[in-house]
Nanobody, 115 residues
């Protein structure tokens, strides 16, 4: 079956860094655009970053541009999100998604940025 398993979340101080991973299986990873979303309590889910199937054409929400980098390793069926200069407002559950439209979703990993 299709599986997307996020890892790398945790607690970090403002200004710190985290690297999230999303391990994919059960579909042809290299064919699909991949995305990172996040959601804070009481707020709607927000698209953070996307990357094309070949690794080109990455795009970012304005709130993370210049601080986050999305990447992928198609040989390892893995998606990454490098998060630098983290702010408290980056706190939330980060979830990877495979494909456009409905796509496939992981369960998410918690990121907490606080002093």
């Amino acid at each position: 079956q299709v599986q997307l398993v996020e890892s790398g979340g945790g607690s970090v101080q403002p200004g710190g860094s985290l690297r999230l991973s999303c391990a994919a299986s059960g579909f042809t990873f290299s064919y699909l655009t991949m995305h990172w979303y996040r959601q804070a309590p009481g707020q709607e889910r927000e698209l953070v970053a996307s990357i094309e199937s070949n690794g080109e054409g990455a795009n970012y929400a304005d709130s993370v541009k210049g601080r986050f980098t999305i990447s992928r390793d198609n040989a390892k069926n893995t998606l990454y999100l490098q998060m630098n200069s983290l702010k408290p407002e980056d706190t939330g559950v980060y979830t990877c998604k495979a494909g456009r439209g409905p796509g496939y979703w992981g369960q998410g990993t918690q990121v907490t940025v606080a002093s």
